[in-house]
């Protein structure tokens, strides 16, 4: 058993509702392989992946969710100087915001343009948050897939008969398992 699925176990039996009936030992715990991998990237982040051993998926979803999360803190950022100076402003004189003169009628817009980014950004880091969940659950099953030296598959010339009367040459496809 790996270190990750005993931690897994040891996390899910923790949530566990006392006389429920799940007992921890070496060899048993009540999570299948896809439903752990999806647990385990629910509740810790990112080790769904680590858990299915695609490790070269680590470096896009934290490249993913690092761009996001600087996405949401600058347009945040940006969206609050500007509120505040519209709502502090004198709208006879510039407000000036990061070294540069904003027009009083400008400062609307620069706030609801950054308000609109910020929530986009915060909505791509939840798309990627759940595609990385569903991808953790997909990746489970199919790590466990024998994938064995068996597979083949033939292209051959044919001669393929249309109910009797006509002919025709193309190909076969043969899959064996």
């Known amino acids: 058993m790996s270190p990750y699925h005993r931690a897994a176990c040891i996390i899910y039996l923790s949530y566990q509702r006392p006389g429920t009936g799940y007992f921890f030992s070496r060899y ?5 392989q896809p439903a752990q991998s999806r647990y385990l990237f629910c509740h810790v982040p990112r080790p769904g992946q680590v858990y299915n051993k695609k490790y070269w998926k680590l470096p896009i979803i934290y490249g993913a969710g690092g761009a996001f999360a ?4 600058y347009n945040q950022l940006k969206y609050k100087k500007f509120r505040d100076a519209y709502v502090n ?13 904003y027009d009083y009628s400008v400062l609307p817009r620069g706030r609801d343009y950054y308000r609109r980014y ?10 990627i ?11 489970g099953p199919l790590f466990l897939y ?4 068996d597979l083949t598959m033939r292209l051959e010339p044919a001669i393929i008969e249309n109910q009797g009367m006509t002919a025709a040459i193309g190909f076969r496809i043969n899959l064996g398992f």
Do not use: E, K, Q
């Not at 948050?129 to 990746?139: P, Q, R, S």
């Open 118 to 127: 910020r929530d986009l950004s915060v909505l791509g880091l939840g798309v």
């Open 129 to 139: 948050y759940f595609l990385n969940i569903i991808d953790a659950m997909v990746d």
């Open 89 to 101: 402003g004198d709208p006879d004189s510039p407000a000036l915001i990061d070294g540069i003169y």
């Open 146 to 149: 024998d994938v064995s030296d």
């Open 28 to 32: 048993f715990c009540p999570l299948s």
């Open 70 to 73: 600087y996405f949401v803190s």
